[in-house]
């Protein structure tokens, strides 16, 4: 059986506090973690930044006083790749394959900033 992928991210407030989230894809594929790393560092924005919600992952926003400072913004932050044995839990039952194809889709038809 091969090993799943865990894609691990997160969000940096305006105070620079962390929130990090993660999501774990099968891999039937068996794809390396080197593999995965570079296709998605060469779709996100300056190879590490993209908008959660836009490739169907949870977004960890953290706003300690409830609500955004002026200065937060939308972006989120690549972390790593990693193989696990964890079960999957992506809300669309995506493949790790299918993941990156759709990061890749995003970001050739352009990252879409709001304001959160």
């Keep these: 059986m091969n090993e799943n992928v865990k894609f691990k ?5 305006a105070g620079n ?11 039937p594929d068996g794809l390396l973690p080197h593999e995965i790393e570079n296709r998605l560092k060469n779709a996100f924005l300056h190879r590490e930044v ?5 490739i169907g992952i949870r977004e960890v ?5 409830g609500s955004p400072a ?3 913004h939308c972006f989120h932050e690549y972390d790593t790749v990693e193989l696990t044995n964890e079960a999957p839990n992506d809300f669309y039952n995506r ?7 759709q990061v890749e ?12």
Excluded: C, H, M
């Design 50 to 54: 993209f908008f959660a919600s836009q």
């Design 95 to 101: 493949t790790i394959k299918d993941f990156v194809k």
């Design 9 to 13: 991210y997160l969000y940096r407030d």
């Design 61 to 65: 926003f953290l706003y300690p006083k």
């Design 17 to 27: 506090y962390k929130s990090w989230g993660e999501t774990v894809f099968s891999n």
């Design 70 to 72: 002026e200065d937060d």
């Design 105 to 116: 889709i995003e970001s050739s038809t352009g990252w879409r900033i709001f304001v959160p």
